[in-house]
């Protein structure tokens, strides 16, 4: 079973960064795409960033500029810089990797509040 987890959430102000971590319990190699998305309260759940084994990368129109997302293959990781936070990135950041097979996996999520 894979297992996906994430950390690097918080609490930060307006204006500042964090960066969220995701370590999987196998090789990312196996991994044809992974991902963050978020959950706002009384919102759905929404891809925020997602980077293609090939290393091709695609983000909400929300957070272009904004947030980077890598991945360290010798690591097993994914991370996702976010830089220039407001209030509305607040939400649960979830871990997301798909298998070439189909198969899905999500961490069990990382708070991330911005608020001064």
């Known amino acids: 079973q894979v297992q996906l987890v994430e950390s690097g959430g918080g609490l930060v102000q307006p204006g500042g960064s964090l960066r969220l971590s995701c370590a999987a319990s196998?090789?990312?190699?196996?991994?044809?795409?992974m991902g963050w998305f978020r959950q706002a309260p009384g919102k759905q759940r929404e891809l925020v960033a997602d980077i293609t084994n090939g290393g091709s990368t695609n983000y909400a129109d929300s957070v272009k500029g904004r947030f980077t997302i890598s991945r360290d293959n010798g690591r097993n990781t994914v991370y996702l810089q976010m830089n220039i936070l407001t209030p509305e990135d607040t939400a649960v950041y979830y871990c997301?990797?798909?298998?070439?097979?189909?198969?899905?996996?999500w961490g069990q999520g990382t708070q991330v509040t911005v608020s001064s």
């Open positions: 196998s090789s990312i190699f196996s991994f044809n795409r």
């Open positions: 997301n990797a798909k298998r070439f097979s189909g198969s899905v996996y």
